[in-house]
Structure formats: C-alpha cells, structure tokens
C-alpha cells in the first residue's frame, strides 16, 4: 500500500466527522486498525444491515469484517473472509486494479469509484477512507453495488429515447410542446421542413409568434378549451408564417398534459395542409361550378348512391316528372320510378323487377341501360304524359360507385317527328299517283306525236298530190315576177313539210311572219338586195330584220353565217 496521508489538522466539527473516524480511548489506539473495531458486534450488525456489499478493510488490505452480501457473492461466509487480503479473494486479472485504487484513496484521502465486470454482472466499487488517530487512513470501507439491471434498464431507456427521437425526427408532423405560458418548450425537427426555421429559432418563444393575426382569436379558443379540460384532444386550424414570408395552413391536435409531471405542458401534433385546403377550395368551386351547371340545366339530372338513394334532383327532372325535389331526396330510386309508370302498367311485378334492375347494377356495376340512348314513356302526377331519351351512367369516386341519369324529354320532338314521318307517307302516296300519272301523260303524248306524225304525212301528201300540180300550171301561164313569187311559195311549202319547218316552228313564238318569211329567203341564198326587191322594203330594212334574227335566234358571234345556220336547222 501507498504510505498513509496524514489528515490535516484544524478541520471543524462537521468535516472532522464527514471524514475521520472517532476518536478512540488510549487502549483501543495501542490496539492498531484492530482497534477499530472493538465494538465488533455492533459494527457486525451494522455492516449486515447494508444491503450492498460491505467490507473493511485494514491497510494493508486484509479484511476486517465483511457482510452476508459480499460473502454470498464470493461463494463464502463473512467468517472465511475476514481475515484473508482482498488481493486474494478478487480475480488476479483485478489485483492491479484494485492496488491502485487503494493507493489513490491513501495518497488522497478522497473516496474512489469504479466499475467492474463479474460473471457477466456490472459492479459498481466504492472504497472509503478509514481514518485512524493522528489522522492518517488506516483502512478502507469498502462498498459494492450491482448496477447490472439498473445499466440494463437505462440502456433499454437510452435505446428507447433514441428509437423515439428517431421517429420523431422522421416525422412528417410537428410536434411541439408548449407550457401553460404559451412559450415553446419544445419543436420536432418537422418544423424546419415545414416552416423553414429550425427548432432553435422557435423554442423559447411564444407559441403564437408565426400565427397570422386573423387566426389569434381561434387559437385562443383552442388553448382555452384545451386548459379547460385535461387530456381532451382539440383540433385547431391556423395560417403560420413560413421563413420565406409566405403562409401555410396548419392543422393538427392539441392535448393539456400540464398535470403529466413527465410534460408540463400543452402538447400539438400538426401537419401542413395548405395543399388539402387549396384541394378542397378547388373541390368547392368544382362542386358550386357542377351544382350551377346543373340546376340551369332543362334536361333531368338524377344521382343515385350506392344504395339506390336519390342524392341529387335538379330542376329541370322536376318540370319533367312534376315532382318536388324535397319529395324525391332521400327516397329510393326504384320507388320514384314505379310512381311515374304509366298507370296501365302499374302491377307488383313491375315494382319488384324494377327494384331487382336497380339493386343488380349496383352489385356489379352492370346493366342494360348503361352505355346507350334508350327511350321510356312516363306518366307526370297530373296524368300527362310525356317520352324521356335517357342515359344512365356510372361515377367513380375514390372506392364507392355512384350512378347518374340524364333525361330529355323529347315529346315535342317525338310529335314533330311522327308529323314529318305522316307528311312523308303522304308525300310518298302522292308522288305514286303522280308517277302513275307521268306515265298516263307520257303514252298520251306519244299519241299526240302519232298523230302528229300522221297529219304531217297527209299534209305532206296533199301539198305533193293538189297543190304543187296547180303551182306547176300557174307558172307556165305567168311572168317571171310572178312565176319568181311561185318559186319562193313551192320553196316554202316544202319547208312547211320538212325539218326546216318543224325548227322554225319551234322558234316562232320568238320570230315575227315577216322574219320567218326573211329566214326562208335567207337560207335559199337570196341576197340583201333580192329580198329588199322581192318584198318591195328596202335595204337598209333587211339588214335590220337579219340583225334581229340572229340576236333572237341566240348567234352573238359576227363569225356565224346565218344562211349556213339556217341551214344547219334543216338538217
């Protein structure tokens, strides 16, 4: 052992009894460290008394007295202690540990600590000066403590502080402790991610520093309902200032847990919901923007949920069944729909099968009316009735399905059309009759062309057989100026009798006697001066007569000879 430090003197009353032991009579001092423990069996039972390890020891390290506790971990009994070295009774591999813990505490005179390991358990030592007279240390009190447990249950508290720690520090939320002050205790580390500013910028401040002035007073009110009843939680809603200057909605849970010693204070678990507010902002619009679309509509807009209950009845599906939109909502769909059934058809069959109709396409999602136009013919509550074009349609929202219908009524339509449809029968009849008729027309005019043909023939043949014998007399009895005039009338009779004659007939209506006349003249090579001769007119009249002709006879280009013209007709 290291040589003893002597006590220093002077040391008042409750230093001397903090670190010296009592002074003992003058027998007991020549005793040595035996000495001092002359009162053996009161210090026994002390010593048994210490639930810890408890040994005492001289200075040279042998062991005095030793409890029941460190006897029983050693394996042994106090008595098969007491008398042997310390170094003896603890491992080798601890012998130079224990030395100069030892010659620390009587170089020092202060108290020593340490930790040791033994069969698997954590011992914590502790080894007391024993002072003896003239205030030097005579032995050691020496005492042990198996902290295994108590390490073991602050390490399983430690890796639980971390595991917590971790997950608050992953935390999409905030977390944030506030006391009864309104300062904040405590941010999570969410905070930075969500407002921009660490928790050290926060903490220490009041709660309502980032608050957006409108949104005090319900803040206010939720710390109030909150300090009011204990361990209830209370949902609050507020803008927050973000670093950037800009806001975001805040919306999270409160509890009062100032009674909670382990808290003190008013714990907030909050999450950033500007996006869902603008979505649900958005939806708002949405549905105000549907709703509008809807109620201004003149077609009949039904949904149904997916129990078969009517959830929405616009206006225009009142003007078309007659009934009020409070009457139908709420109501199942199959019961609305038997009502407006034209009453003929009105039978418990008709209801069943229609409530089976209804209740299979929401089971499955399937039915006959989905995917098409089809009309049906209803019957108003004043009796009128009237036909609908309906579609029936299903909507997706999120898990649920819902169904909608759109109805037109088309009774007007439907009259026009069966009006047009009449006209058209109608029409058809008449154009039968007029076909029939066409053809009745048709063999008449053949006839008439016949006939025609027959009466041309016999005129031809009478002119031949009667009239051209007497011309051909009369020119041998005449001048030339008369037997010329002869000339021009077999010429013109011969035109009557031919194509010629049938295509000047054909423009007479546009051509006066005296320019027909001309056109005969013409065609036969007669000159301007002859025909001015012939009929006593005079030139320039001529002229003015061709010039008509051509122009009512459609020749506008001064290129075209009438005379070939006039012939072209007679071929």
């Not at 299979?360 to 108003?380: A, P």
């Not at 010629?500 to 007939?505: H, K, Y």
Request: hydrophobic share 35%.
């Amino acid at each position: 052992m290291a040589k003893a430090v002597k006590k220093p003197k002077g040391r008042s009353g409750p230093a001397r009894k903090q670190g010296r032991a009592p002074r003992r009579s003058d027998s007991a001092g020549r005793e040595g460290p035996a000495g001092l423990v002359n009162s053996e069996q009161q210090l026994r039972s002390l010593v048994n008394a210490i639930t810890e390890s408890a040994l005492l020891l001289d200075g040279e390290g042998r062991i005095l007295v030793a409890n029941e506790v460190v006897a029983s971990r050693f394996g042994s009994t106090p008595a098969s202690l007491e008398g042997r070295s310390i170094y003896d009774v603890v491992g080798t591999d601890e012998v130079d540990k224990w030395r100069h813990l030892a010659s620390n505490v009587a170089a020092t005179g202060k108290p020593a600590i340490t930790e040791a390991e033994r069969d698997s358990r954590s011992i914590v030592v502790s080894v007391c000066p024993v002072w003896g007279e003239e205030g030097r240390v005579a032995g050691f009190a020496v005492f042990a403590k198996d902290i295994t447990e108590s390490k073991r249950a602050q390490e399983r508290l430690r890796t639980e502080e971390e595991r917590y720690r971790t997950l608050i520090g992953c935390a999409s939320d905030i977390i944030q402790v506030t006391s009864a002050e309104g300062i904040i205790t405590y941010l999570s580390p969410s905070v930075e991610r969500i407002l921009g500013f660490k928790p050290a910028q926060l903490e220490g401040k009041p709660s309502v520093s980032v608050v957006h002035p409108d949104d005090l007073p319900d803040v206010r009110k939720g710390f109030e309902k909150a300090f009011a009843k204990p361990g209830t939680p209370v949902y609050t809603v507020c803008r927050c200032r973000h670093k950037d200057g800009t806001w975001r909605v805040l919306g999270g849970w409160g509890t009062n847990h100032l009674d909670n010693p382990a808290i003190r204070g008013f714990v907030a678990n909050t999450r950033d919901i500007t996006d869902d507010v603008e979505a649900q902002r958005q939806l708002r619009a949405s549905e105000e923007k549907f709703r509008s679309v809807v109620e201004q509509s003149l077609d009949g807009v039904t949904l149904i949920d997916d129990t078969g209950t009517i959830i929405e009845f616009n206006r225009g599906q009142e003007i078309i069944s007659g009934i009020h939109r409070k009457d139908a909502l709420g109501k199942k769909v199959w019961d609305v729909q038997y009502g407006l059934i034209p009453r003929e058809r009105r039978t418990r069959q008709a209801r069943t099968l229609l409530r089976e109709q209804h209740e299979s396409m929401l089971r499955t999602g399937d039915s006959s009316w989905l995917s098409r136009l089809f009309e049906v013919e209803l019957e108003r509550v004043d009796g009128s009735r009237r036909t609908l074009q309906t579609a029936v349609f299903p909507i997706e929202i999120g898990e649920r399905r819902i169904f909608g219908s759109i109805n037109r009524d088309i009774t007007e339509v439907k009259k026009a059309q069966e009006t047009i449809e009449r006209r058209e029968k109608e029409l058809a009849e008449q154009n039968v009759l007029l076909q029939n008729k066409n053809v009745a027309l048709k063999e008449l005019m053949s006839q008439v062309e016949a006939e025609k043909a027959r009466l041309a023939g016999q005129v031809r043949a009478n002119v031949q057989r009667i009239v051209l014998p007497v011309l051909a007399r009369a020119r041998l009895r005449c001048n030339d100026t008369v037997r010329r005039h002869l000339d021009m009338l077999e010429d013109n009779l011969a035109d009557i009798t031919s194509v010629f004659g049938s295509q000047i007939s054909d423009r007479m209506l546009r051509l006066t006697p005296r320019e027909v006349e001309l056109c005969a003249m013409i065609r036969r090579g007669a000159t301007s001066k002859e025909i001015a001769r012939l009929l006593d007119i005079s030139h320039r009249t001529v002229e003015i007569h061709r010039n008509r002709i051509r122009r009512k006879l459609g020749i506008r280009e001064p290129g075209i000879n009438l005379a070939t013209y006039l012939e072209t007709l007679a071929s």
